[in-house]
Structures are given as C-alpha cells and as structure tokens.
C-alpha cells in the first residue's frame, strides 16, 4: 500500500529549512505583465516561522524572504515587486514553515486578475521503493490549449516521466525528465500534438524516489484568458 515516510525522514528531505517541518511549494510566472499575489494564512493554535523562497527556470534562489504569523494570521507578497524583470522568473516558489499554512494564489496579467488557486496541501515525501503517480486534465480541443511546468521543489536531482493519453486512452505524447535542485521545466502541447476533438484527457505523471509538483496553464477557454492550477498531491 502507498504510504508516506515517517516525520523525521521528511526533516532529513527537508534539511536546508532549519526547523521547518512542513513544506510546501507551487508554480509562479512574473515574465513580462504577469504577477503573482501570494496569501500566506497561518491554521495553528500558536506562533509559526516561515520562510518562503521563490526560485528561477533553471533553480537559481532570485529571492526570499522570513517571518513569523501568530494564530489565524495572514501575510501577503506580491512577486512582481522583487523578481519583476528578472531572466528566467518562473518556476517553483517553496515555503517551509514550523505550522501549517493555507496558500492563496492570485494570478494576474497587466494588473487583472485572471485565476486564483489554494494550496493546502504539503509536498508529499515518498517511500522510495514505490513509484507514484500525479495526475492532471488537459485539453486541446478546439481553440483550448495546455501547458504544463514540471517543478522539483527539492534541494536533489529528481526524475519523473510525464505521458499525455487522449479521450479513447491512447498515449499521444510522453516524456522523461531529469530536473536539479529547485529547476523546472515546461511543455505547451498545442506544439507537440495540436488540435483535435479526441485531445483531451489525462496527463499522467510518473515519479519515484523524490515527487515533483505539476502547474498547468489553460488557455482559450474564455474567463480572463488564463487558467492555472497547482497539482502537489498524487492520486497513487
């Protein structure tokens, strides 16, 4: 049966933190006009430090920053205020912290608000001897198009293999990836498999050893233009 490692294995993985035992960690994108409006709200009856590291494509640290909230309490960071024109300014923001945390999410494009996300769940630190999964939709139907960041939010080298399947089950597109510490990656499908009323489905995402987090971006569906979404947890 799947399962986690115990807490004192998830301080090891976590290391660099200090004495932080939750870790959490998401996508961001600050290139051009695009932000991204971070809430940080604290669940924990008493007094939590944190610190929250945002980091480049290619795992570069281009800034962070530490504090501490009491019971309930909230900060807010806006990432276009430290990392804006900076090359390579998306990827994974981590947080670790000795609580726990609700992250809200506000991405925004030219100062409009076009998706919002919460992350409330950690980074899951695996059993080594078990391969993962994590799973995501996906569509390319009609003017719909997706992109997806594989992130490594660890300070090792990790490797998973991503596979697009279509609507009938069929794999229209797979690849592995070998990522260091802290670096990302991303894929727009539209590219690679196109358009077609069978291209949606499930993209699927194989790790072992080390997880790695998913974002996707969805575009020409309507609303603000821009969809994004955050995927930590796998689903086996």
């Known amino acids: 049966m799947k399962h986690v490692l115990a807490v004192g294995v998830l301080v090891v993985f976590i290391g660099a933190a200090g004495a932080a035992q939750h ?31 945002v980091h480049d494509a ?20 806006s990432l ?14 981590t947080l ?9 999410l506000e991405y925004s494009v030219g100062g409009a608000l076009v998706s919002t996300d919460t992350v409330s769940s950690e980074v899951p630190v695996l059993d080594p001897t078990d391969p993962f999964w994590l799973g995501a939709y996906y569509t390319q139907v009609r003017e719909a198009s ?32 070998t990522l260091g510490p802290y670096e990302s990656e991303d894929v727009g499908l539209t590219s690679i498999v196109g358009h077609g009323s069978l291209l949606w489905g499930l ?16 575009t020409g569906r309507g609303a603000g233009g821009l969809e994004v979404e955050n995927v930590t947890q796998y689903y086996y």
């Open 58 to 77: 290619y795992g570069t640290e281009i800034w962070s920053y530490s504090g501490t909230l009491g019971p309930g309490a909230s900060d807010v960071v």
């Open 146 to 177: 997706t992109a997806y960041v594989v992130m490594n939010p660890w300070n090792a080298t990790v490797t998973c293999t991503v596979t697009a399947f279509n609507s009938l089950g069929a794999v229209v597109h797979k690849r592995e990836f």
């Open 203 to 218: 993209l699927n995402v194989r790790m072992e050893g080390r997880s790695v987090i998913l974002g996707l971006e969805y």
């Open 80 to 93: 276009h205020n430290y990392v804006a024109g900076i090359p390579h300014a998306w990827g994974v923001v």
């Open 23 to 53: 870790h959490y960690a998401f996508y961001y994108n600050t290139l051009g006009e695009r932000d991204l409006e971070i809430s940080l709200i604290s669940t924990v009856p008493e007094m939590s430090q944190y610190t929250i590291s």
């Open 96 to 104: 670790d912290a000795t609580g726990r945390f609700l992250i809200g």
